[in-house]
């Protein structure tokens, strides 16, 4: 998870316009009958750096600007405040968050009751992101200023935090612990481990170099979150 600039230089004419005129009535889904979202997806996605603002996945936008399908992330629930619900600045892109079990993730639907993991035809569904977290609140997870010292990954892919609260929210509401999510962050780090020299210590300027490349990168590579806390404990 990383920090995600907000910038009102992104946000689209369509948005202002709606939330500028008196005569609406300032909900989102007013907005979305309104207006079509391919704009506000598209600009939230390029902000993002083409990932989703949780779990850090890879999120494809096609030639003709459609891209797959995704949740707009209204970070403070839309039934919380009217004054949020089409702000930009509290707009973000997620993946879909939806995926059927296997027989390996069932037990996450022991351990995170909590998330809204759910069954269909005999099979379970679990759910990560912004479909786990629903209109719940993150009282401690800040996508616009996130504290990296308090996000932490093990070297087997486990997202995780020694503050208690932050923890507790990414696993029990967004849900970032499924074993496909810890697959993909070690496949992530495995990769590019392969890519530097092979020894046991890399110098501060080759480091740096890599953590410069990824911050003026418009394209993020996925999952980028366990690569930067490895690459800076790499520092000297």
Request: proline share 3%.
């Amino acid at each position: 998870m990383i920090e995600i600039i907000k910038d009102m230089k992104n946000e689209p004419q369509s948005l202002q316009r709606f939330r500028a005129n008196p005569a609406s009535d300032g909900t989102f889904k007013s907005y979305s009958k309104e207006n079509s979202l391919s704009e506000l997806r598209v600009n939230l996605l390029k902000e993002q750096g083409y990932i989703c603002c949780y779990c850090m996945s890879s999120i494809n936008i096609s030639s003709a600007n459609t891209i797959e399908k995704t949740k707009i992330e209204h970070y403070q629930a839309r039934d919380g405040s009217r004054k949020v619900e089409v702000h930009y600045k509290n707009l973000y892109l997620a993946c879909d968050g939806r995926k059927q079990c296997s027989d390996y993730d069932k037990k996450y639907l022991d351990t995170y009751k909590s998330c809204r993991c759910k069954y269909k035809d005999g099979k379970s569904f679990l759910q990560h992101c912004d479909t786990c977290k629903g209109n719940r609140k993150l009282d401690y997870i800040k996508l616009d200023k996130i504290t990296q010292d308090k996000i932490k990954y093990t070297s087997s892919g486990i997202i995780y935090s020694d503050d208690e609260n932050i923890d507790y929210e990414l696993n029990h509401i967004l849900n970032l612990n499924t074993d496909r999510l810890i697959a993909n962050r070690k496949q992530a780090k495995s990769a590019l481990w392969k890519q530097l020299p092979k020894q046991k210590t890399w110098s501060a300027n080759l480091i740096k170099k890599i953590l410069l490349k990824y911050k003026n990168s418009d394209k993020k590579p996925p999952y980028i979150g366990i690569l930067l806390y490895f690459l800076n404990r790499k520092l000297p």
